[in-house]
C-alpha cells in the first residue's frame, strides 16, 4: 500500500530486497491481477531470479546448476514458511480495509514483516554464500558495471527534468499504486496524492546516496569472499563458515547506513509513508474500499491455492 515511496526502505536486507522480491515473494507480483498469471510466475520464480542475478553476474557453465538448486531449494523453503506467514498478514488486511486506519495501524503491519526478517537472513546466507564463493574478480566487475548502469537509469527517472518534473513523476507512481488498489481516483484524490508527495521528503539524492551505499557494501562483501578462496590455511568447510559470517555482517549492516544524515532521512521517509497511506486511505469512499477489499480477498485465495502446489 505505498503511496508515496520512490526508493527501496532500509528496513530489507539486500538479497531478500533485490532476489526474494523480484520473484520469490509474491507480494511484487500481486498487482499483476490475473490468477493464472501469478500462479505462473511464483512456479517459474527460480528462473526468474536466475535470469535477473545472471543479468548482473553472468554466470560461467559450471555455475548456473548450482545456482538453479539453490533458487529451487530457497523458493521451497519460502512456499513452506513465507506464504503462511503472508496469508495470515492479507487475512489480517481485509476487515481493515473498511475501516480508519491511523499512522501506528499502518507502521504496525511493517513490523509484522520486519519480524521475520532473521529468519529469511538466517535461511538466506548459507544459499548466498555458496554462491558468492564461486565468483570470480571479473563477474565482481560485471555486477559494479551493472550497479553503474542501474544508478544511471535510475538518476535519469528520478533526478532529470525540473523539481515540477519529478514531482509529478513521484505523484504519478503513486496514482498508478492507488488505481491498483482502489480503482478511479477523483481529480481530488489525485491532489491529494500531490500533496502527499510533495511533502513525503523524498531527496533523490540521499536516496541515491543510500542506494550506492548499499551497492559498495555487497561488493565489499563478495570481495571478502573471494579473497577467503585464496587463503591457504582454510579448509572447504572453515571457508565456507567464513563465507557464511561475512554474508550474515553484510545483511545485518547493509541496509542501516551508517552515516546518521543518512540513516535518519531512511527512517523519517519510512514514518512519512506511514502517515500517507493512512491518510489517503481515510478519505477514499466506500466503494473504493469496497474494491480494496476484494482485491485482498483475491489475493488470499492465491496466496492460498499456492501453499497447496507442491
Known sequence: MSIINAHPRSK?????NYALKAAL???CVLLLGSCSILESLYENSPQLVFWWLDSYVDFKDAQVSNVKEELKALQKWHRETQLPQMLLWTQDLIPLAALDLSPEQTCGLEQKALQTVPEVMERLSPSIAKIATTLSAEQLKNIQSTFEKKDKEWRKEWMSGSLEDQLEHQTEKGLEQARDLYGRISNAQKLELRDLAQHSGFEPSKSLAIKRYRQEETLKALEKIRLLKQRGDLTTEAQTKAAELVVRDWLNGAFRPKDPELLQYSEHRLR??????????????AEQRSKARKKLVFYESVIAKLMQIR
Open 12 to 16: 530489507q536486507p539486500s538479497t531478500m
Open 25 to 27: 515473494s509474491l507480494i
Open 272 to 285: 512519512v509513508n506511514c502517515e500517507a497511506v493512512a491518510s489517503f486511505h481515510n478519505k477514499t469512499t
